[in-house]
T-cell receptor
Framework: EPEVTQTPSHQVTQMGQEVILRCVPI?????FYWYRQILGQKVEFLVS????????KSEIFDDQFSVERPDGSNFTLKIRSTKLEDSAMYFC?????????????????FGPGTRLTVL | EDQVTQSPEALRLQEGESSSLNCSYT??????LFWYRQDPGKGPEFLFT???AGEEKEKERLKATLTKKESFLHITAPKPEDSATYLC?????????????FGAGTRLAVHP
């Protein structure tokens, strides 16, 4: 069964450094998302991406963050100048459509996550 | 403000003891309610999508239902392997139809 994959599974970085989190969405999906989950808290939406541009972003997704689809398979989240409070699990998700009323096409499937630890 | 509230926060069941988890929502327009299962340190695993009041979906020991204000996830005769955190999420009609708003989850522990 197709699945979303993410690398690395765990990333440790020093405060102020830049990190790139990588995701390979399900191959026929067109919409891509990043969410994060701080330990013990809710899963929070960061950004959605379609047709090589951001379609929506949350207040969390400020100038420190950027996303890119550098090729036909990868989807990346870059965090510049990391802060202690960026420590969290980061999940990539993908779907065929944004909304269709059909769960076979508009369900968001999540990857296993990257645990980011900022020291 | 759009909100999703799940209850209880934690639930402990004996194997075979059926129960229900609740997800109530106050949103401006619903474009789908989603149930996910999350194991510790893992990503959310899709279970069900519900689109309109009265809709029901079933999978093995799980059954999800939807009303205009809440959704229930019924667990019948649970087994220890059903232990996980169950997340509810809504997608909105107006504006942010790309994003899911998650509840805090219900941590379910099923003991033999």
């Amino acid at each position: 069964e197709p699945e979303v994959t993410q690398t690395p599974s765990h990333q440790v970085t020093q405060m102020g450094q830049e990190v790139i989190l990588r995701c390979v969405p399900i191959s026929n999906h067109l919409y891509f998302y990043w969410y994060r989950q701080i330990l013990g808290q809710k899963v929070e939406f960061l950004v959605s991406f379609y047709n090589n541009e951001i379609s929506e972003k949350s207040e969390i997704f400020d100038d420190q963050f950027s996303v890119e689809r550098p090729d036909g398979s990868n989807f990346t989240l870059k965090i510049r100048s990391t802060k202690l409070e960026d420590s969290a699990m980061y999940f990539c998700a993908s779907s065929t459509k944004a909304t269709s009323g059909d769960s076979s096409t508009d369900t968001q499937y999540f990857g296993p996550g990257t645990r980011l630890t900022v020291l | 403000e759009d909100q999703v509230t799940q209850s209880p926060e934690a639930l402990r069941l004996q194997e075979g003891e059926s129960s229900s988890l609740n997800c109530s929502y106050t949103v401006s327009g619903l474009r789908g309610l989603f149930w996910y299962r999350q194991d510790p340190g893992k990503g959310p695993e899709f279970l069900f999508t519900l689109y309109s009041a009265g809709e029901e979906k079933e999978k093995e020991r799980l059954k999800a239902t939807l009303t205009k204000k809440e959704s229930f996830l019924h667990i019948t005769a649970p087994k220890p392997e059903d232990s996980a955190t169950y997340l509810c999420a809504v997608r909105l009609f107006s504006g942010g139809y790309n994003k899911l708003i998650f509840g805090a989850g219900t941590r379910l522990a099923v003991h033999p």
